[in-house]
């Protein structure tokens, strides 16, 4: 099919999950799946194409979901449920749905609802770049950072620290080696920095949240919090 697809489902039953990631992958997407709404923010990093949304789910609901993603995905969205009455439809399509296709749905009438978005979607190639999480987005693209909705004012080395450290979480990195990639081996000035800038950060993210996304490791460096 020339380009490869990636596909993003999000469903709380695991047999939907399976024989729909089955029947896409054999029509050559990439497809991702998730059965809840904190598993979908997590697969969001890898830029799905499409979204095959299931409204109930515990926890947060399908419309949630959308309406919380929505302003940081520009992808298509397409809510998969069995859900049937027109006020379900129109409060789908009001959070930011583009479509709404009911269970139980033929495997072909997805298909071709799922081919249409694509070939429309075609026009616009600019896909967003980001990461997310329950409460934070971070739009690589753009160079800006929302927690619960609110944006965190940065400073461009304050995203650059945050944008190394989240695109490898887990992964650590002492002062030295953060001073070197963003700043660059011939950079005038001292990794110390490095610290007082993360002291910067946590103060910012302070305001809107209590979660920790930096973590120091001691005697080490720093890390971002999977």
């Not at 024989?19 to 969001?44: C, F, P, R």
């Not at 515990?58 to 397409?78: E, K």
């Not at 953060?178 to 800038?197: A, F, L, P, R």
Request: aromatic content about 10%.
């Amino acid at each position: 099919m020339g380009e490869k697809y990636k596909i993003l489902i999000v469903d709380d039953e695991q047999s939907i999950l399976d024989i729909l990631k089955l029947q896409l992958e054999l029509e050559g997407y990439i497809v991702y799946s998730a059965i809840n709404a904190k598993e979908a923010l997590d697969k969001l990093s890898h830029s799905p194409d499409i979204i095959l949304l299931d409204i109930n789910m515990a926890g947060m609901n399908g419309f949630d979901l959308c309406s919380s993603i929505r302003n940081f995905v520009s992808c298509p969205i397409l809510f998969l449920t069995a859900r049937v009455s027109e006020q379900d439809k129109i409060n789908g399509l009001m959070v930011g749905g583009d479509d709404y296709i009911t269970k139980p749905f033929s495997i072909n009438e997805l298909l071709a609802r799922i081919s249409a978005h694509l070939r429309r979607e075609k026009r616009n190639h600019n896909k967003t770049k980001g990461k997310f999480s329950e409460e934070l987005m971070i739009d690589y693209s753009d160079r800006s950072l929302f927690i619960k909705g609110n944006r965190v004012e940065l400073s461009n080395k304050e995203f650059e620290i945050i944008k190394l450290l989240s695109i490898n979480a887990g992964q650590v990195f002492d002062r030295e080696k953060i001073y070197e990639i963003i700043w660059g081996i011939d950079g005038n000035g001292d990794s110390t920095v490095i610290k007082e800038h993360i002291r910067k950060i946590r103060l910012k993210f302070a305001e809107f949240t209590d979660k920790s996304y930096i973590s120091t490791v001691w005697g080490v460096g720093y890390k971002w919090i999977k």
